[in-house]
C-alpha cells in the first residue's frame, strides 16, 4: 500500500511540541486525569480501582458500548465497535472500499477521509463546501453531479474540520435523500457532534437515520479528552460492524484497558463535560470575532456555525506562507495554512478550543502592528 503523507499530522508534528502557542488546534483545552475521576461514581472508581491490565475485547467494553447507544436513537450496543478515531476510519474505509470505486468526499476536510480511499485506489470527487457571504454552503446540485454508476460511498463531515460548517436540517435530510436514491453508502464523520452553541442545531446521527450509513465519534473533540484514544463506529448495516472487526485484528486487535474505563466516566458525565467544553468555546468566539473586526484590512471572519474551530481568511498583501512563517518564528505562534487541507483560498484555521487564545492574539497583534508600522516608514523613505 502507498499512502501520501498526512499533511497536517506531519505540520503538527514539527511545531505541537515547541510552538509557545498553537493557534489552530482542533481539541478543546484537555481534561485533566483528577477532573475526570473526580466524576465518576462510585461503581466506576471501584472498576478502576480493581482493573487487571489484560487484552480487552475486540468490539469495545461492553459496558462502554451500552453507555454509548445510549446517546443514539437506534444504536444498540451490538451496533457499535471502539476504536482509536483515526484507526476507525482507516478500519471502515479498508472494510467498505475496493479499488476502482468512486467516493465523493466533502472539501475541506480532514485528509484521512479521503486519502485512505485513494491510497485503495479508488478514484475521488472533491464535494466543495464555499466561503458565502459570511458563512460557508453547500451545493447540492454539485453532489448530483458528482455520482456515478461507479460511486459507492459519500464521505461527509459536520460540523466540519476546518470550516465549522454544519448544514441546515433541511440539507442534511437532502444529502441522505440522494444517497439512498442512488444507493450510496455514507461514512459520517460527527467528531464534532454536540459542539453546537444552540442544542436546536444538532443534527441527529447519519448512523441513527440511514440505514447504509456508518457514522464515527469519539472522545478527541467534543469530550477534550484526545490522549484517551478513544472514538467509536456506529452502524445498523448488517454484517458491517463484524466486518470492521475482523479488519481491526490487523491493527490494534483491541483497546486500552484504563482508556475504556475512563471512557465510561466520560460517556456517563457527557452533559457536563460538553457545557465545560462549550463554555470556552463561546468566550473564545467572541474574543476571536472582536479580533478579526479590529482587523478587517488583514483578515476576514467566516463565522464558524459549530465545533471548535473556524477557517479564516488572511487578506494581507503578504503571502498566507509569509504570514505563517513569520508568526511561527518571531511570535512563536503556529497556524495551519489552508493548503494542507488541500483547499485554496489563503484560508487558516483558526482553533477555540484553547484557554491561551487572548494571549495568542495579543501577539498576532503585536506583529501586525509592527509589519504596518514598518510598511508606513518604508512608504514614508520613498
Ligand atoms: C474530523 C476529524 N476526524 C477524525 C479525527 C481523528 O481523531 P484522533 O486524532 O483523535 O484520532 C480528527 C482529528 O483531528 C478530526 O478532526
Redesign the pocket.
Known sequence: MSISPFKLERFFAKYEFSAKYLLSS?DIESLGMDELLKMGSPETLALWKSLRLGYTESQGNPQLRNEIAKGYENIRPEHVMIA???EA?FVAMHTLLEPGDHVIALSP??QSLYEIARSIGCSLSSWDLQPGENRWTIDLDKLEDCITDRTRLLVI?FPN?PTGFLPSRQEFDSILTIADKHGLRIFS?E??RQLEPEPSLRLPSVSDLYSRGIS?S?L??SYAL?GL?I?WLTTREYGLIERCITFKDYTTICNSAPSEILAIIAVQNTARIVARNLEIIRANTIIAKQFFDQHSDRLAWIPPRAGSIAFPRWLGPEPLAEFANELIEKQGIMIVPGNIFDYPGNHFRLGLGRINLNEALERVDEYLLDTSNKRLASSQDI
Do not use: F
Request: aromatic share 10%.
Open positions: 482542533s482509536a478515531p483515526e476510519i476536510t480532514y463531515n474540520n464523520d467528531m464534532y464515527l469519539g478527541s473533540k484526545p484514544r472514538g
